[in-house]
């Protein structure tokens, strides 16, 4: 048997894959009773390349298009990888063990020049990829699902609301939006509930989105953006939000992070954190995920979280699990993006599609079945800042979803993809 089917045998608890090789030769590994996949590997190197790094490498082999599914998809292939034994089940055999210093790369600096690097990374390649799957309001988070059914639009609706209800707001405050996107929360908040917010930035392309989303809205003199790190920022804010930036921060980062948001955050203020977590204890980041898509990236655990707010002397006041709401985010932005194959292609080519859809695969299997979750965390400095019960925040976010945002307006790059649109 060759190495990479002894490899496959090893992890596979169930179902089967069947391997085709260069030369035309196929052999099937794996107990079969489940799932079954065929992987055609185009060139010799390609199992020995799989073998020897195969957390890293099969994401780069199937984006430079080494590795195929000749039935199925990817999705296929990593949820009977993953699938087959769910984090909450046990270890199951590791895909290959990290290379290097571990250590080293789990305290890697992330400075503001070194962080706004990272994000152009990621956020600058073209505001009109995320304007081909993310609902029309560009909410780039885990959306909350009151019905698994929802559409995308409601479910990223609900999520606004679900955060606006823990902001526990009032009108007229003031209210910092920590890595702000393109916008939409900011914009949601004044709207709903008549406060003034500053949104932050590192990315260029997000910033002019939502600088012309607020003028658009007319509200431009009570919603600003700014391209600015936070460890730069001056000032009070009774309220603080940040919505899928923590992920960013750096592991070596969290107790400064937290502090500056202490020194930021009024005496009777309220902080709400939504940041995709860790199950368990900490990790180290995902190989392909980070020299691809989220150089730089950390998923934290709950101690790692807790750990950090206790020495700066900020309290948990909330704390919620989103246990499968990513997973059906990411199916449904897969799917979109899945049938946009052609403008991705166009705008990019063939090699970022397959990258992408790598990506997007791998996170819904990450939080189907193992160790991703989301958290929503609120803080707080003082004890008092909130009611002694939830109850304020069921009441809140029953108010807000009866205030539904009006479709978005289309920014200059999506008119001029439905220019092309119509003229094709």
């Not at 055999?93 to 600096?109: E, P, V």
């Not at 955050?265 to 940041?275: E, F, I, K, Q, R």
Request: glycine share 8%; hydrophobic share 40%; proline share 3%.
């Amino acid at each position: 048997m060759a190495l990479i089917g002894r490899f496959i045998e090893q992890i596979l608890p169930v179902g089967s894959i069947t391997l085709i090789q260069a030369d035309g030769g196929r052999e099937t590994y794996g107990p079969g009773g489940g799932k079954h996949v065929s992987v055609r590997l185009h060139d010799r190197r390609a199992a020995l390349e799989l073998f020897r790094n195969p957390r890293l490498r099969l994401g780069e082999l199937y984006m430079d298009g080494r590795l195929t599914i000749e039935n199925g998809s990817i999705l296929d292939l990593l949820e009977l990888i993953v699938g087959a034994k769910p984090w909450e089940q046990g270890k199951r055999k590791a895909m290959g063990k990290g290379k290097g210093k571990w250590l080293k790369r789990f305290f890697r600096r992330n400075d503001p020049t070194k962080s706004r690097k990272n994000v152009a990374h990621h956020y600058d390649v073209g505001n009109q990829l995320y304007e081909l799957f993310l609902d029309r309001d560009l909410q780039y988070s885990c959306a909350y699902f009151t019905d698994p059914a929802n559409s995308l639009e409601q479910a990223q609706e609900d999520k606004k609301a679900h955060i606006a209800a823990k902001l526990h707001l009032k009108p007229r405050q003031r209210v910092l939006d920590i890595g702000c996107g393109w916008g939409g929360m900011a914009l949601y908040l004044n709207r709903v509930a008549d406060v003034d917010v500053l949104g932050i930035t590192l990315s260029e392309e997000q910033l002019k989105i939502a600088r012309r989303r607020a003028e658009e809205a007319g509200a431009a003199d009570r919603v600003r953006f700014e391209l600015i790190d936070y460890r730069h920022l001056k000032g009070r804010f009774d309220r603080i939000v940040s919505v899928g930036m923590f992920e960013h921060v750096g592991a070596a980062h969290y107790e400064e992070f937290f502090a500056k948001c202490r020194e930021l955050l009024a005496d009777d203020g309220v902080m709400l954190l939504h940041t995709i977590g860790k199950l368990g204890g900490a990790g180290v980041p995902d190989p392909f995920t980070d020299k691809w898509i989220f150089p730089g990236y950390h998923l934290p655990s709950i101690s790692q979280m807790a750990a950090a707010t206790e020495r700066v002397r900020l309290i948990s006041s909330d704390i919620e699990n989103l246990r499968l709401h990513y997973a059906y985010t990411l199916r449904e932005w897969l799917r979109r993006f899945t049938d946009a194959h052609d403008k991705v292609v166009k705008l990019y080519d063939e090699k970022f599609f397959r990258m992408w859809e790598f990506y997007l695969a791998g996170g819904i299997v990450m939080f189907e079945s193992g160790a991703a979750c989301n958290y929503q965390v609120q803080y707080i400095r003082d004890r008092r800042a909130v009611p002694v019960t939830r109850d304020y925040m069921a009441e809140a976010e029953q108010r807000y979803r009866k205030t539904r945002s009006a479709p978005a307006k289309p920014t200059r790059a999506r008119k001029k993809a439905s220019t092309l649109d119509a003229a094709k």
